[in-house]
């Protein structure tokens, strides 16, 4: 009986399948799983694939054409589909798949047991059956090529992979530099993609255009020592990350020196050999400063890594903002309920944040976003050397509403003696429209007013929201505008940031066809799906460069901001109050003269667009034609044309200061009042006001779709 039991066991017949039924059932799961990772979902596509050609269980073939059906489908629906957050639609439809499909079978198996048979199912099987082996495999080819189909339609870009020749020339410098003091020439090169081109070989020549500082005519031969012609040094193949190439050549970037010895507004003009176009750096004021002059700095103070639901490590962030998109301060702001998942992950932000910060040269300030459904986002950053990380800011489990928001701030800025801003954002989605009820002007002092996820400066319907935003309400909403919260008499001041989700802080490329899912930084995350927009900037006024310095220009609001990557100067006064500080001008009376004046000098750079690159045309010029919006009271007052470059204008204001509110917007439900119907917190709809004081600000939009703001600006009598 042993001999014969020995023979059974080593018998080559032996069926080994069992062993393979728990590693399959994992392999599946774990394709399931892959639904949720954005581009990387190719993985359950192919163990579905993989499964259904090749496992011989026809109860399991099925199970992995319907895994690859699964991915192909939702993949292509989210990339069109734009009503929910893609991230949101993923899970909806993950969840439904498997609940349909668990029913699905359970039915199949209850009809089997039952022995109750659909004829014409049966008969269709029967006949497969009797196929050839070479039809059953044509059949198994086409059904898996249609998943595959799919995916790729909406998944593989070869333009993205493989074009990274030149399109075009950024050319970035200082905003302010003063007589004689050298200073540097960015020149990037770019692709169709805004992306730096390895592959460029082309010569640039330099040379500039200059205005008198108080008349703005021309200045015909400034004196300027700029650098000579330079031919770069590229590759011999393309790459999306060529600012990762490290070899000596030049890789699409190269920075100069230069100095200028007359005073004025210039711009450093570069022409380029390959494009045959010349192309204009952002202003540059030149004269001698002193010491008590403030600088105006640029930066980004909204964006994420894949420490949360962005791309890319901290490290590389980075140095992507100081080196590449030329940012002088920047704030790295990962979701707190993501990273509350993995805790240590907020000590890497802090190391990586301080590493990065460089006095005088480069500033980084620790930051963390608040994430909450009901009331709105806010972007928390701070001005000393650590970052909140207990309590944790998740607004699920540990910090559920505002006022607990406000109490981990009170407790965290005492205990350290720092300082903190809590800056509101996307304001008009619907999936996180902001309550401004619960604002607390401790900490909110300034507001992202453009981002990638669009404008929402006014309701994205609103006759004078031009470029709109996503994710808007299904019926026109009232109350979480920016200037609706101005006119409920809330005190903050416009600012921009990028809200970036694809590595790439300062310069983001998701409103081009680079958001695609093999665009390196890799991601796991939808979110670069859903951001058409290209990401804006702040410029802040500051006395140094240090954490200290430009944080205390941003909570005094001495900021104006622009809605791209580039860098106009621009100053809004009003009797000579400027933006900040306050940004109130007492009249003598009701009626008293209000001399609004602008200043302006644009930025001659390419323009990025809604789900369109920055590009040019042979014999591109800029396009200098504007308008200058003054919006008063949240109505547009005037608007005033330009088509120069640089201009200094002013108008008069003697209507009567009556100040504005919102009383008459608000809604009842319940016998009590709200901004709208999607708050939960009543209020008393005569507070909501201006208290008699007029606000205006400064809205440039010009023709080729840049937009700049500044302010407001209050006035009372």
């Not at 949360?308 to 980075?318: A, I, L």
């Not at 500033?363 to 608040?370: A, L």
Request: net charge neutral; with cysteine.
């Amino acid at each position: 009986m042993n001999m014969h039991n020995n023979k059974k066991l080593l018998s080559p017949e032996r069926d080994w399948s069992h062993l393979w039924r728990i590693p399959r059932l994992i392999v599946y799961i774990f394709g399931i799983i892959t639904l949720f990772w954005y581009f990387w979902c190719v993985i359950g596509l192919v163990i579905g694939i993989l499964y259904f050609i090749f496992l011989k269980d026809n109860a399991w073939k099925r199970n992995g054409i319907i895994l690859a059906s699964a991915i192909g489908f939702i993949t292509f629906f989210v990339h069109f589909y734009k009503g929910l957050a893609p991230l949101t639609t993923v899970i909806y439809f993950s969840v439904s798949f498997i609940i349909s499909y668990s029913v699905l079978l359970l039915t199949l198996e209850i009809l089997k047991r039952k022995k109750i048979t659909i004829k014409k199912i049966a008969q269709w099987y029967q006949n497969y059956q009797k196929l050839s082996n070479k039809k059953h495999k044509a059949i198994e080819l086409i059904i898996a090529i249609i998943p595959i189909t799919f995916w790729t339609s909406v998944s593989i870009d070869l333009g993205v992979m493989f074009d990274n020749n030149p399109k075009l020339l950024w050319v970035n410098t200082p905003t302010m530099v003063k007589i004689d003091e050298s200073f540097e020439i960015t020149v990037e090169v770019w692709d169709p993609f805004e992306r730096l081109s390895a592959v460029y070989n082309g010569k640039v020549e330099f040379s500039i255009k200059s205005y008198n500082l108080t008349s703005y005519n021309q200045i015909l031969n400034p004196e300027v020592d700029l650098p000579e012609p330079y031919t770069f040094k590229g590759q011999l193949l393309g790459s999306d990350l060529a600012y990762e190439i490290r070899d000596g050549k030049d890789n699409g970037i190269h920075v100069f020196k230069a100095s200028i010895t007359t005073p004025g507004i210039h711009y450093i003009l570069v022409n380029d050999s390959k494009t045959e176009n010349t192309y204009y750096s952002n202003p540059i004021i030149v004269k001698n400063f002193t010491l008590s002059d403030s600088s105006i700095v640029w930066g980004d103070i909204h964006t994420h890594s894949q420490l949360s639901d962005g791309t890319g490590t901290p490290e590389k962030s980075f140095y992507f903002a100081r080196h590449i998109a030329c940012l002088d301060f920047y704030a790295l702001t990962d979701h707190a309920e993501i990273m509350m998942f993995s805790p240590w992950s907020l000590d890497y932000l802090e190391s990586s944040t301080d590493d990065a910060y460089k006095p005088d040269e480069f500033v980084t300030f620790h930051g963390i976003e608040w994430t909450c459904v009901r009331t709105g986002h806010y972007v928390c950053i701070f001005s000393g050397n650590k970052l909140l990380k207990s309590p944790i800011l998740d607004s699920y489990f540990t910090v559920r509403s505002p006022k607990a928001l406000w109490k981990a701030l009170d407790d965290f800025t005492t205990k350290y003696g720092v300082r903190a801003l809590a800056l509101p954002h996307h304001t008009t989605k619907k999936s996180y429209m902001q309550d401004w009820t619960y604002t607390n002007p401790k900490y909110v002092k300034i507001v992202e007013v453009s981002s990638v996820h669009g404008e929402s400066l006014f309701e994205p319907r609103h006759p004078l929201s031009y470029v709109g935003a996503i994710d808007v309400p299904p019926k026109y909403t009232n109350g979480s505008s920016v200037v609706d919260a101005f006119t409920m008499g809330y005190r903050m001041t416009m600012y921009v940031s990028s809200d970036e989700h694809d590595g790439h802080p300062g310069h983001s490329l998701s409103h081009t066809r680079a958001y695609i899912g093999h665009q390196r930084p890799f991601s796991l995350w939808h979110t670069r799906n859903e951001h058409p927009y290209p990401g804006g900037l702040t410029a802040a006024y500051v006395n140094n460069l240090t954490r200290e310095g430009v944080f205390t220009g941003l909570e005094n609001q001495r900021i104006y901001a622009n809605s791209d990557h580039g860098r106009p100067i621009l100053i809004f006064q009003i009797n000579g109050t400027c933006v900040g500080d306050g940004s109130t001008f007492i009249a003598n009376n009701q009626t008293g003269h209000r001399e609004i004046n602008v200043f302006l000098a644009q930025d001659g750079a390419p323009v990025a667009l809604k789900s369109k690159a920055a590009s040019v045309t042979p014999n591109w010029v800029p396009n200098w034609n504007a308008n200058i919006e003054i919006i008063k009271n949240g109505k547009l007052w005037q608007t005033l044309e330009i088509i120069t470059p640089i201009i200094n204008i002013s108008v008069i204001d003697t209507e009567p200061i009556t100040g504005t509110s919102y009383e008459n917007s608000c809604i009842k439900k319940g016998g009590k009042y709200y901004i709208n119907q999607y708050s939960d917190n009543p209020i008393t709809p005569s507070d909501l006001n201006t208290k008699g004081y007029d606000y205006y600000l400064i809205r440039i939009v010009g023709e080729n779709g840049r937009m700049s703001y500044a302010g407001p600006i209050w006035v009372e009598y």
